[in-house]
């Protein structure tokens, strides 16, 4: 495997949501996987990021909860 990454999970961006995570700022960033809705805790959970992808104006970030492993989904509202 090339390359010095060493993240565990491999994450899947659409290129229009790869474009838009690129210009979010690492603070930002940390706060919206710190504030993602976990759906088997049914709480606000840090998660781990494991997808991307652009639904009509809003950026979907997918992921894994750090508390129990369930789905989390985090929805930016593009403008
Ligand atoms: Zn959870």
Redesign the pocket.
């Known amino acids: 495997m090339p390359g010095a990454h060493s993240a565990e999970t491999e994450m899947t961006f659409t290129p229009e949501a790869q474009a838009v995570w690129d210009r979010v700022p690492d603070a930002t960033r940390t706060k919206l996987l710190d504030d993602g809705f ?1 759906t ?2 049914l709480h606000k ?1 840090h998660f781990e990021l494991v997808q991307g992808e652009i639904r009509d104006k809003e950026l979907a970030l997918i992921g894994k ?1 750090g ?2 492993g ?1 789905r989390v989904v985090r929805l930016i509202q593009l403008d």
């Open positions: 976990c088997r805790c959970r909860c508390t129990c369930g």
